[in-house]
C-alpha cells in the first residue's frame, strides 16, 4: 500500500512540474473526478520562485521521504536569511483534503549550509505523513 501511495505521489510531483497549474475556479465535481483517480496534486510554486530555482525532486519509498533540490538565483537578502533562519526553513508544506481543508502542515529538513550565495545548492527533506493521512489528502502545497 505505501509503494502504491508512494507511485501516486511521484506520478503528481512529474504531473505538477510538466502540466500547467489549474485554476482555482475549477468546480467541485472535476476535483472529486480526479480524486477518484488516487492522484495526489503538488504545488511547488513557491520552490520555483525567486530566490530558489526547483533543481530536482527525489522520492525515497524507503524512508517515505521526498527530497526537493534548490538553488538560489541570487544573493539571498540579510531580511530573507533571518525569516528562514526563525521559521526553520523557507517553506512549510500543507496536506490538503479535496475540500481545501489543510489536514496537517510539515516543515522540511534543511540540508546544507545556509550560504547567500547566488548558485548555492540545498536540500529540502519532507517526511511524508501516515498512509491514513495521505490517503485522504488531495493536494500538497508548499507555502
Known amino acids: 500500500m505505501a509503494d502504491r501511495l508512494l ?20 468546480s467541485r465535481g472535476d476535483r472529486e473526478k480526479e480524486k477518484a483517480a488516487d492522484v495526489v496534486k ?6 520555483d520562485q525567486d530566490p530558489f530555482k526547483l533543481i530536482k525532486v527525489t522520492p525515497n519509498s524507503r524512508t517515505g521521504e521526498v527530497d ?5 538565483t541570487r544573493e539571498a ?12 526553513g523557507p517553506v512549510m508544506f500543507s496536506f490538503l483534503d479535496a475540500d481545501g481543508v489543510v489536514l496537517q502542515m510539515a ?5 546544507g549550509a545556509l550560504l547567500p550565495k547566488q548558485g548555492t545548492r ?18 500538497i502545497k508548499a507555502e
Open 7 to 26: 507511485a501516486a505521489l511521484v506520478l503528481g510531483v512529474v504531473v505538477s512540474l510538466l502540466a500547467p497549474q489549474t485554476s482555482n475556479a475549477q
Open 42 to 47: 503538488w504545488e511547488l510554486r513557491k520552490l
Open 68 to 72: 526537493f533540490l534548490l538553488e538560489l
Open 77 to 88: 537578502k540579510p531580511s530573507e536569511l533571518f525569516d528562514w533562519e526563525q521559521r526553520g
Open 107 to 111: 516543515k522540511p529538513r534543511w540540508e
Open 122 to 139: 540545498m536540500r529540502l527533506v519532507l517526511r511524508l505523513p501516515n498512509e491514513n493521512l495521505l490517503a485522504a489528502t488531495y493536494t
